[in-house]
């Protein structure tokens, strides 16, 4: 009997629906007023929903050895170059994309509608790169991801 093959949304339903979440915020927060309690709910919350869509689409594609989080990766490097690349390529991809960030807030205005909110991502990122580093040595009793 074949096996019936999944659709384009069973496969991507949670990264659309946090992307579609995360577009929301962007649309209301330009619409709305920063200064308010509300304005200011969607300048955090896109940071937030930012960190969702990183952590559901980048732990998909990117390994961090020794981390229970990330993609675990089919197949061996035979370049130990491109072996520790694959390894980290997680720690990798936050370090970059969040250099990148760090360069873009300290070209704007910190206190400005949009500084804001890229400060928050900048705060977003380290975070998640922070997590993935303790995930590799520390474990948490009673957390399935620390028990290998």
Do not use: C
Not at 5 to 22: Q, T
Not at 41 to 53: L, M, Q, T
Not at 108 to 124: A, H, L, P
């Amino acid at each position: 009997m074949a096996r019936k093959k999944k659709s384009f949304l069973k496969h991507h339903a949670l990264g659309m629906a946090a992307v579609s979440i995360l577009f929301l915020w962007i649309v209301l927060y330009i619409y709305g007023d920063p200064s308010t309690h509300w304005g200011s709910f969607f300048g955090n919350a896109i940071a937030d929903w930012s960190g969702v869509v990183l952590t559901v689409i980048a732990t998909k594609y990117f390994y961090e050895i020794g981390s229970a989080e990330s993609n675990q990766p089919t197949g061996q490097w035979h370049d130990r170059f491109f072996q520790i690349i694959r390894n980290h390529s997680l720690t990798i991809f936050l370090a970059i994309t969040g250099a990148a960030w760090v360069f873009l807030y300290v070209k704007m205005d910190s206190e400005g509608k949009w500084g804001q909110v890229v400060g928050n991502i900048v705060s977003e990122w380290t975070q998640l790169l922070g997590l993935v580093l303790l995930t590799k040595k520390l474990i948490e009793d009673k957390s399935k991801e620390s028990h290998k």
